[in-house]
């Protein structure tokens, strides 16, 4: 169990800096598949503040974990784990009108370095399953408002490129 939550503070730390915002004037897709790739560097530095600047502040997760919440156990994890490398693999971005935004990838954890063209089914870590809800807030900033993940079973592997 204890794994599982080291698990999830990672995944969340991922999709906060997956998703936020960007200067350069691409649709909203093109922002979040680049985010998505810039955080995975971001989370691999351990920056727990550039991590919350990506969460909607009324973030309440299906584990009924608020932002605060999810901020002392990012802090956590961060101090447990000195290193972080991660893959991630987008499997499907939906943006609803409303500025809303449904993003799901499959994400690769390991505390060493492995290759980042590896196909996930090859990699060496932990493998999950990521659902991302992301609000678009007042000053054009992706959000994540809530995330659900769990374990990536074999089958859903079966993705171009993973």
């Known amino acids: 169990m ?9 995944l969340f730390l991922m999709s ?3 998703i936020g915002c960007s200067s350069e004037p691409l649709d909203p ?6 985010l998505i790739t810039d955080g995975e560097a971001a989370i691999e530095s351990r920056n ?13 997760d299906k584990q009924q974990r608020d932002y605060h919440q999810l901020r002392a156990l990012l802090a956590g994890y961060f101090l447990r784990h000195r290193s972080i490398y991660i893959i ?6 939906e943006i609803e009108t409303g500025g809303i935004a449904q993003v799901t990838l499959y994400a690769g954890l390991a505390g ?31 959000l994540v408002r809530d995330a659900d993940w769990r374990p990536a ?3 859903d592997l079966v993705l171009p490129g993973g």
Request: charged share 25%; hydrophobic share 45%.
């Open 2 to 10: 204890r794994r599982f939550i080291h698990l999830y503070l990672v």
């Open 16 to 18: 906060m800096l997956l």
């Open 29 to 34: 897709e093109q922002q979040l598949r680049t």
């Open 48 to 60: 727990l503040s550039a991590v919350l600047e990506m969460v909607d502040y009324r973030y309440l």
């Open 88 to 93: 991630s693999r987008i499997e499907r971005i």
């Open 112 to 142: 060493s370095p492995q290759e980042d063209a590896m196909p996930l089914s090859q990699w060496r870590g932990d493998l999950i399953r990521l659902q991302l809800h992301v609000v678009l807030s007042d000053d054009e900033a992706w």
């Open 153 to 155: 079973h074999p089958s």
